[in-house]
């Protein structure tokens, strides 16, 4: 031993560089508690490293998703599951944003990568459900973290999602009602689906006017439109009014008035405005219209010999309103009522040979009809 400070100081520093190392109790130059403090300092070095490695894994993956959707976490475990790790050399200098977003078919994912060479563009993939678009965008995220890695790595993803072909996009209902007054709905980020309901139907019932207190048997063909706004949550609006065009045939019916008869029959056409409190593409629609409609009359009158003594085609014009009910029974198939009204805006009559009058049609004609149809 030397009494020199210096050498002191030296030993001392030796002493303790070996109690890191080894058992403390072989060497009683320096104090065992002192042993304990170097031991939990070195401990908690070695867990230190692997959370600070992790938390700069993390810091590289900006990630966004609905509620219900798979966590930050999960997400991680499935790019690493395919061999993507966010710590791996390619991924240093690299931002991964992630986001999922609703959307009107299900789902839509989307990768971007943000470097000091610049932004990647956006790399989506689509699913129908949340689950099945994080793994398939897992995949994704997995080659670009392990571009060089086998194929076979990414063969583990479920079946119902693939990366490179969006899942067939089933059309969902159509629902809403016309609005009286403006409304403010507030909308989650995601796709807005501009969408129509288009329906083709066939009417036929009786019509009373055309000939003053007597039937006449009318087909209706009509094709209507509704347009629809559906919102990435799935909920759907009505827009506005709803178009309808008609072309009906009035079917020649022959009325016996005294002595003689008249051959009445026509054709018209009219468009209208419809309003609905109710639409729904796979239940029950309920339409308030106003039309306006013009035709052609053809009558033809014989006495009781049958000799004809007046033919003639007249005009004639017609503003009208009616209600109308219908049910969707199936995907493509639907029955109807309708219940209308119509005021002519010139009558129609048929003359006897000395010029008097034989018939004249009502001012006001009503009508009652039942239909089926079809909507896509």
Same mark, same amino acid.
């Given at each position: ?21 080894? /058992? ?10 002192y042993v304990a403090y170097f031991r939990v300092l070195l401990l908690g070095a070695v867990f230190a490293l692997p959370s600070s490695a992790l938390a700069q894994a993390a810091a590289r993956l900006h990630y966004t998703a609905p509620a219900?959707?798979? +966590?930050?976490?999960?997400?991680? !475990?499935?790019?690493? +599951? ?8 390619? !991924? ?9 977003? !609703? ?24 699913? #129908? ?14 080659? #670009? ?19 490179? /072909? ?21 909308v989650d980020a995601g796709e807005l689906r501009l969408d129509h309901a288009l329906a083709l139907e066939a009417f036929a019932g009786p019509v009373i006017g055309f000939v003053s207190g007597r039937a006449s048997e009318r087909l209706d063909i009509t094709a ?46 009219? !468009? ?105």
């Open positions: 031993m030397t009494n020199d400070p210096s050498s002191r100081k030296i030993i001392t520093s030796a002493c303790v560089f070996v109690i890191a190392v080894t /058992a403390a109790f072989h060497y009683l130059c320096v104090n065992r508690r219900g959707c798979p +966590a930050q976490a999960e997400f991680e !475990a499935a790019v690493a +599951a395919r061999g993507g790790q966010f710590d791996s050399e390619p !991924a240093r200098d690299s931002a991964f944003d992630v986001s999922i977003n !609703a959307a009107v078919e299900g789902f839509r994912a989307s990768l971007t990568v943000r470097s000091a060479t610049g932004t990647s563009n956006p790399r989506e993939v689509r699913a #129908a459900s949340c689950d099945a678009v994080a793994d398939a965008l897992a995949v994704v995220t997995a080659i #670009a973290l392990n571009p060089d890695a086998p194929a076979d790595i990414w063969s583990e993803p479920r079946s119902d999602a693939r990366p490179s /072909a969006p899942p067939k996009i089933t059309r969902p209902a159509l629902r809403g009602g016309a609005d009286l007054a403006p409304r403010v709905v507030h209507s439109r509704a347009n629809f706004v559906s919102l990435p949550s799935g909920q759907s609006y009505l827009l506005g009014t709803i178009v309808r065009l008609r072309g009906s045939v009035l079917f020649n019916r022959t009325y016996r008035l005294g002595d003689f008869s008249s051959e009445v029959g026509g054709q018209e056409v009219g !468009a209208s405005l419809c309003f609905s409190p109710h639409y729904d593409t796979d239940g029950w629609v309920l339409l308030g219209c106003a039309e306006i409609s013009a035709g052609l009359l053809a009558l033809r009158t014989k006495d009781a010999t049958g000799k004809v003594t007046q033919d003639k085609t007249q005009g004639f014009g017609a503003l009208g309103l009616s209600i109308e009910t219908s049910y969707n029974l199936a995907a493509h198939f639907q029955l109807g009522l309708r219940l209308g009204a119509q005021t002519l805006t010139s009558r129609t009559t048929a003359e006897r040979p000395d010029g008097s009058e034989l018939l004249r049609s009502s001012g006001v004609m009503a009508s009652g009809m039942l239909g089926v149809g079809t909507h896509f």
